[in-house]
Nanobody, 128 residues
Framework: QVQLLETGGGSVQAGGSLRLSCVAS????????MGWFRQAPGKERETVAR??????????TSYAASVEGRFTLSQAYANRFDLWMNSLKPEDTAMYYC???????????????????WGRGTQVTVSS
């Protein structure tokens, strides 16, 4: 099993920045795809960013259109993945979750349900 722990959430004003970190532990050998997702109250969970760390396209990233150019997902070191969030907007307010899975060709296209491992989330609140 893979355990995921998210840190770095908090409250910021619009235009500010935050860095979220996700640390993976446990049996991570089969993990090839990492993702950050978010869910705001009353809304469905949505993909924020994904990073392929194994398989056919290592290092590839994908982002939701709403965060493209403002957020960056990177692998800080072996089992830590950072989501850098800049130019934050009130609409970025949500609970952010880290997820991991063994997907390869569908790392960027698969549904969130394809990720078997999830963290408990970290809250991000952006005030105007």
């Amino acid at each position: 099993q893979v355990q995921l722990l998210e840190t770095g959430g908090g409250s910021v004003q619009a235009g500010g920045s935050l860095r979220l970190s996700c640390v993976a532990s446990g049996y991570t050998a089969d993990v090839t795809c990492m993702g950050w997702f978010r869910q705001a109250p009353g809304k469905e969970r949505e993909t924020v960013a994904r990073l392929q760390i194994g398989g056919s396209d290592v290092g590839s990233t994908s982002y939701a259109a709403s965060v493209e150019g403002r957020f960056t997902l990177s692998q800080a070191y072996a089992n830590r993945f950072d989501l850098w969030m800049n130019s934050l907007k009130p609409e970025d307010t949500a609970m952010y979750y880290c997820a991991a899975g063994p997907m390869d060709y569908d790392c960027h296209s698969g549904s969130s349900g394809d990720f078997p491992s999830w963290g408990r989330g970290t809250q991000v609140t952006v005030s105007s």
